[in-house]
């Protein structure tokens, strides 16, 4: 079993930053990949982007447009979300998900790829 938890979350105005972090404990944890997902009120969940077990591949979401940058925090098993020139639009529920796969594939939007989720921790951004 892992456990997934988010922190970092909270209010920022528009053209600030924040950045959240995730850790995942348990057997193995530091073997999977990991991915970040948003959900705003009303809308779909959407994928942020992905992160190998070694921090050595990612991929991002066309909506990051470099704003967001995504990390392995020193241990494998910690990573960071860091997200720049926030916007209104990026309020949302962010959550990190662990996968049992050390790499992250062209397929990584896929929530059912993820078998561990964190609760969530809530953005929001004020114009």
């Known amino acids: 079993q892992v456990q997934v938890v988010e922190s970092g979350g909270g209010l920022v105005q528009t053209g600030g930053s924040l950045r959240l972090s995730c850790t995942a404990s348990?057997?193995?944890?530091?073997?999977?990949?990991m991915g970040w997902f948003r959900q705003a009120p009303g809308k779909e969940r959407e994928g942020i982007g992905c992160?190998?077990?070694?921090?050595?591949?990612?991929y991002y979401a066309g909506f990051v447009k470099g704003r967001f940058t995504i990390s392995r925090d020193g241990a494998r098993n910690t990573l960071a979300l860091q997200m720049n020139s926030l916007k209104p639009d990026d309020t949302a529920m962010y959550y990190c998900?662990?996968?049992?796969?050390?790499?992250?594939?062209?397929?990584?939007?896929?929530?059912?790829?993820?078998?561990?989720w964190g609760q969530g921790t809530q953005v929001t951004v004020s114009s």
């Open positions: 992160i190998s077990a070694s921090g050595g591949n990612i």
């Open positions: 998900a662990a996968r049992q796969y050390d790499y992250c594939t062209v397929s990584w939007r896929k929530e059912n790829l993820y078998a561990y």
């Open positions: 348990g057997r193995a944890s530091d073997d999977y990949s």
